[in-house]
């Protein structure tokens, strides 16, 4: 979607080559938290070269204004369904960038999450046993319940049999 919305405000802003820099941030955006800036780069570059200062001002506030909450919402969300604290995968972004570079940044939440899961343990890490532990912990709720509706059932037909004699 960022794409798209980059995509948007490129036309509306008039630059050129829209179909080009929209690539550009299309495959920059694959590269967790960075990716962004450096796709802005191109497109800061031909707005300050054909239209001015002005426009140049303007695509990094919309920029900004797209990928502000992805920047934000990524390690939230790499936590969430990783389970991984937000600030380790802040921390491993950072670490790879500083030590392999770039490139290090498209591999460096699945090898961080490959990484704890062999050190720790994959059933502390994964979602797929956490979601197994929560289904089963649901089933033997519901086998427990239904065991005791059965008690209660049984319960009843003995205390109504009792009433009769």
């Known amino acids: 979607f960022n794409t798209i919305f980059t995509t948007i405000g490129l036309m509306v802003l008039g630059l050129p080559g829209v179909e080009l820099l929209s690539f550009v941030t299309l495959i920059f955006s694959f590269i967790p938290v960075v990716g962004w800036m450096i796709a802005c780069l191109p497109m800061g570059i031909v707005a300050l070269s054909e239209s001015g200062f002005k426009t140049l001002v303007q695509v990094l506030l919309m920029v900004i204004g797209v990928h502000g909450g992805l920047v934000l919402a990524l ?7 990783l389970k991984l604290h937000p600030l380790a995968v802040l921390v491993a ?4 960038e500083h030590f392999v570079g770039v490139q290090g940044l498209f591999l460096v939440i699945p090898v961080t999450v490959l990484a704890l899961n062999l050190l720790v343990g994959e059933e502390n890490q994964t979602l797929a046993s956490n979601e197994k532990r929560e289904e089963e ?11 005791g509706n059965d008690d209660d059932d049984d319960s009843n037909t003995k205390m109504a049999a009792a009433i009769a004699m």
Request: glycine letters at 10%; charged letters at 30%; proline letters at 5%.
């Open 93 to 96: 972004l950072y670490l790879s």
């Open 137 to 147: 912990g649901g089933e033997k709720q519901e086998m427990t319940r239904k065991k």
């Open 75 to 81: 390690p939230a969300f790499a936590s969430a369904k």
